[in-house]
């Protein structure tokens, strides 16, 4: 009984060891169960929380932006104040700059996206050390919930039914995909995107139109229509007349057809305060001839020395010397006139994309020599849109200047909260009678137009203005002397 007992007890033992041995053997051909809890807690299946890169308000007006151009990659390592994209705002194009360091790890809004409003996500980052191929990347949510009323309705009954959306948040477009779908007039939000990142592609847009046969009886109709007479289909009385249709590119257009031509975050905001200054500011013009007898003769010395400077260089510093007046140097608030401390010159310069006014700040101040090479500077970086906003906001007082192009004299816009701003046309040359002793001479005049806000300076405080400004350019040696 006792030798039972013991060989059972040594059995017994014998099977735990055998199982450790087992147990042993099978973690060292299958190393991976080891590390099962690992796996599960890596960023492959958990994912990287990512630092969100948003779109900024990069001017006081701004409320949408376009991405011009990605300075970085994905992947590509980001430290904090280098150049992440290049923004067309609605004054220029501005390169922003990241905040923190990182890692580039998701681009959202690709090349060319446009009318991307503030706050919208643009990019993921994650930190140093973090693999960014795995980044989380969040659901992008609309701007509420999709509407039904967005789908094209049916312009003739079909017995099949148009597809529903399956495109939720914003939509991300090839360009020959939004050709195709701009020009047979079919919602884009019935494509299903197979591109990356939710693009619809060219192919996802000639599917749809496979799928969809609502617009080609449209398009056909719409062909054969000036075969009948225009007499045989009178429109019903009462009617409001049809809106000319678009014409397709690469197609000859018909009578009554126009292009419709997308316009850049500049020119809308452009025509925005045109039309704000146009309509809630008292404009009051008053115009003045000045001899440039003398700046010319100035101009010839120092050009002798070799310094090369323009008539707009005296005409800038001419202004600044003249607002001095305080009561000039204002602005108009929402509570009403605000004195300024400063005297920063806006100078109206065209570029491709618009008007844009970059400051000449403390004119008043500066030599003529030092605003030439500020103005030509800061002309430079207008056109190449590189200007920073600190460089055309602020200003106290504008200038634009027409008289390169020939025009004798012309009334300009006021750049809100601005009180005034002065057009230059070009000189001329005219016969005058001198008072003194009744003979005929020649003079070089040039037409400059004031444009001031009623509620500021009135006609009186005008031409006190127009006359101190003119006798400091009749006179430049004044200018230096102030």
Not at 309 to 317: L, M
Not at 333 to 349: Q, T
């Amino acid at each position: 009984m006792a030798a039972s007992l013991r060989l059972g007890r040594q059995g017994i033992l014998f099977g735990f060891r055998l199982a450790a041995a087992f147990d042993r053997c099978l973690l060292a051909t299958h190393p991976c169960q080891d590390n099962v809890r690992h796996l599960f807690r890596s960023p492959r299946i958990l994912g990287v929380s990512p630092v969100k890169v948003e779109m900024p308000a990069l001017s006081p007006t701004m409320e949408e932006g376009s991405i011009v151009k990605w300075l970085k990659k994905e992947g590509e390592a980001v430290a904090a104040g280098d150049a992440l994209c290049e923004i067309e705002t609605d004054k220029a194009v501005v390169t922003m700059e990241s905040n923190e360091d990182g890692i580039m790890a998701k681009i959202l809004m690709e090349e060319g996206s446009r009318n991307v409003r503030l706050g919208t996500l643009i990019a993921l980052m994650v930190e140093e050390g973090q693999d960014w191929k795995h980044v989380e990347v969040p659901h992008l949510d609309a701007a509420g919930p999709p509407s039904t009323d967005a789908v094209v309705p049916p312009a003739a009954p079909s017995p099949a039914r148009p597809p529903k959306p399956v495109v939720s948040g914003l939509l991300r477009l090839s360009p020959a995909a939004r050709h195709i779908l701009n020009t047979h007039g079919v919602d884009a939000k019935l494509a299903t995107p197979t591109g990356r990142r939710g693009l619809i592609t060219k192919e996802d847009a000639l599917n749809l139109l496979k799928k969809s046969p609502v617009p080609k009886p449209a398009r056909a109709a719409a062909a054969p229509r000036p075969v009948p007479s225009p007499a045989s289909t009178p429109p019903p009385s009462g009617s409001r007349p049809n809106i000319p249709p678009l014409s397709v590119p690469g197609k000859p257009g018909a009578p009554g057809t126009f292009t419709e031509i997308p316009a850049s975050n500049v020119r809308r905001v452009i025509a925005q305060r045109l039309t704000q200054s146009k309509t809630t500011i008292p404009h009051a013009y008053a115009s003045v001839d000045c001899d440039m007898a003398a700046v010319m003769h100035l101009r010839k010395d120092l050009a002798k020395e070799q310094i090369k400077v323009s008539v707009n260089d005296f005409i800038i510093k001419a202004a600044a010397v003249t607002l001095k007046m305080p009561e000039v140097n204002v602005t108009w608030s929402g509570d009403g006139p605000r004195a300024l401390d400063s005297i920063h010159i806006s100078v109206a310069v065209a570029t491709d994309k618009g008007l844009i006014t970059p400051i000449i700040k403390d004119a008043a101040d500066k030599g003529v020599q030092e605003i030439s090479a500020n103005v030509k500077a800061l002309a430079q970086k207008a056109r190449d849109g590189k200007l920073l906003p600190e460089e055309y906001q602020g200003g106290s007082f504008s200038i634009s200047n027409l008289g390169m192009f020939g025009i004798s004299g012309f009334s300009a816009v006021i750049n809100p909260p601005q009180a005034c701003i002065l057009a230059i046309g070009t000189s001329r040359s005219e016969l005058r009678l001198c008072e003194d002793d009744q003979t005929l001479s020649t003079q070089q005049l040039m037409t400059v137009t004031l444009s001031s806000d009623g509620r500021l300076v009135d006609d009186e405080l005008a031409s006190r203005f127009l006359d101190k400004f003119r006798g400091n350019l009749e006179h430049p040696q004044r200018m230096a002397l102030a």
